[in-house]
């Protein structure tokens, strides 16, 4: 009897085993490379957007204008000016003498009113460019300091801060003109301490070594995780064991950005307004990274279906017989690749195919696997060169449409015309490894060909 599943000549490395020293060997090996993975991820994501001032810039900018952000700045501001002024007094001054008693009272009940106010002014762009060039200062000021450059602030003495005095200070200058000089804020109002000396050190050190990780550490871990392949006995297993272990580094860092970043959160502060505005800033740049895992788990999610098609499962071996035709031409398996590549870097689903670096990396990646792909099937299925790839499509097509007319799915022929060549391919095969002596051989050919 001859079956419609082709069969391999060759399995497709799934028999060899390692050994159980080799086995935990590699197993250390893909852990190592994976928790290295995760680690340049992380530090790569730190130089990109806090050891960026543009980007940190930027970023502020855009979480300036969440309302969170707003209503918690806000209370800042207002705080600052009642904190400097006093402004019972100043509302005192500006009534007439009967409603002055009213001054305290409406001094506590118009501050809402104030914050709402400011809140609303600080979406617009004047404020928001105010406000991204006072992080810039800042973070430009800062990072000169941990790069162990010199300027106004030194490890000696002195802070690091957030400098908010031209945006508090255009506030304040408002409220002079139109109270006639009765709210004056002082000068030093509106800076935010960011470090102070004693702990600009540490930050020295640390900027330094995220430095020198970032870049080269998943380089290594990329490394690590080839080497563990190219020891193992069953490739294919330990490729999937690399899936798995970029997919756990994946989910490290979803527990960094949601689980661990809103407990820091929670323990700086118990104000709600300043707990909702460090969340929204907290995803807003921590943007990237999510950008970066989702990267790092399509990644993972297509090197496991890789593993499956090269797989010894039925499916996965017709697949790879019927595209063997095809990929044992390198320029028909290379041209289709080379499509492919073209539709990720126009449609960009993940923001790595927007990374010149990272295209560089997955792309010699992916032409490392359509040629060991394209050694498998060779090797597997040495006869099979007709292309019947459109043929077989459409007689499933078209088994598919009479099974929707009839109500079923008929049971397909056991050799149609358009298959014929992949049955002798197959009785070959079978001859091959001795499952046909050639008295059945020629019986079983004779058939085929009758029908």
């Not at 709210?183 to 102070?196: E, H, N, S, W, Y």
């Not at 993972?300 to 595209?323: I, V």
Request: proline residues 6%.
């Amino acid at each position: 009897m001859i079956t419609d599943a082709p069969q391999p000549r060759a399995s497709s490395g799934d028999h060899p085993r390692n050994s159980r020293r080799r086995k935990l060997g590699i197993g250390l090996l893909v852990a190592l490379a994976s928790l290295m993975l995760g680690v340049a991820v992380l530090a790569t994501w730190v130089d990109k957007v806090f050891l960026d001032s543009t980007n940190w810039a930027d970023t502020s900018a855009a979480a300036l204008q969440q309302p969170e952000v707003q209503t918690a700045l806000s209370s800042y501001i207002v705080d600052q000016i009642y904190a400097n002024v006093d402004v019972p007094q100043a509302l005192s001054q500006a009534l007439p003498p009967r409603a002055q008693p009213l001054a305290g009272p409406l001094a506590v009940a118009g501050q809402p009113y104030v914050e709402r106010a400011i809140a609303a002014g600080l979406g617009r762009p004047r404020v928001v460019e105010l406000w991204r060039n006072a992080n810039l200062r800042a973070h430009t000021q800062l990072l000169n300091i941990l790069n162990g450059g010199s300027g106004p602030l030194s490890t000696a003495k002195g802070v690091v801060a957030i400098d908010l005095r031209p945006l508090v200070g255009q506030i304040s200058s408002t409220l002079t003109e139109r109270t006639n000089g009765a709210v004056t804020l002082p000068p030093d109002a509106g800076q935010i301490v960011l470090l102070q000396s004693n702990q600009l050190s540490a930050a020295q050190s640390a900027v330094k070594l995220l430095r020198v990780l970032a870049l080269p550490l998943g380089l290594l871990a990329l490394a690590v995780f080839a080497l563990a392949v190219y020891l193992s006995r069953a490739r294919r297993s330990t490729l999937r064991a690399v899936a798995f272990g970029m997919l756990a580094a994946g989910l490290v860092l979803v527990v960094v950005r949601r689980v661990l970043g809103d407990y820091f959160i929670n323990s700086l502060t118990t104000l709600p307004d300043v707990r909702a505005a460090a969340h929204a800033t907290w995803y807003m740049a921590t943007d990237r990274l999510g950008n970066a895992n989702l990267t790092l788990c399509s990644v993972a999610l297509l090197l496991l279906l890789g593993t499956w098609f090269a797989g010894p499962g039925r499916r996965a071996t017709s697949s790879r017989h019927a595209l063997t035709p095809y990929l044992r031409d390198p320029g028909v398996a290379y041209g289709a690749y080379g499509l492919v590549l073209v539709v990720l870097l126009i449609w960009a689903p993940v923001p790595a195919t927007r990374d010149p670096v990272m295209i560089l990396i997955l792309g010699a990646l992916g032409a490392i696997g359509i040629e060991a792909l394209r050694r498998i099937v060779v090797r597997e299925f040495p006869d099979a060169t007709e292309r019947d790839l459109g043929s077989r499509l459409h007689a499933a097509t078209k088994r598919g449409y009479a099974g929707v007319r009839h109500g079923a799915t008929p049971a397909p022929a056991s050799h149609p015309e358009t298959g014929r060549y992949a049955a002798l391919d197959q009785l070959a095969t079978l001859h091959d490894r001795g499952a046909l002596s050639d008295q059945e051989f020629a019986a079983e050919k004779a058939a085929l060909l009758q029908r």
